[in-house]
Nanobody, 125 residues
């Protein structure tokens, strides 16, 4: 059974940086496309970024382009999200997700079945 465990969340001032990690076990990580999503209080979960199994073609939501970078280390079975120039509107619970089909992560997230438990990111103004 696949497990996804996020870490790295916390409280940071606006303009600061955080790096989230997602450790994957129970599956061949290099065969999974990976993504990050977030959910703010009272809002629906939204796509943040995705990356292919080989690390190619990273995709980002417009709201984080130029500030966030998704990456992966297949040798360490770990996904990362480097978040720079954080804004108060980035405050949310951040989740990592996995799928064997990249399009499910980018446009069909309602079909995702592999999720982490989430990590809280709070950006103070």
């Amino acid at each position: 059974q696949v497990q996804l465990v996020e870490s790295g969340g916390g409280l940071v001032q606006a303009g600061g940086s955080l790096r989230l990690s997602c450790k994957v076990s129970g599956h061949i990580f290099s065969r999974l496309h990976m993504g990050w999503f977030r959910q703010a209080p009272g809002k629906e979960r939204e796509f943040v970024a995705a990356i292919s199994s080989t690390g190619d073609n990273p995709k980002y939501a417009d709201s984080v382009k130029g500030r966030f970078t998704i990456s992966r280390d297949n040798a360490e079975n770990t996904l990362y999200l480097q978040m720079n120039t954080l804004k108060p509107e980035d405050t949310a619970v951040y989740y990592c997700a996995a799928d064997r089909v990249l399009r499910v992560l980018t446009t069909l997230s309602r079909f995702l079945q592999m999720w982490g438990q989430g990590t809280q990111v709070t950006v103070s103004s």
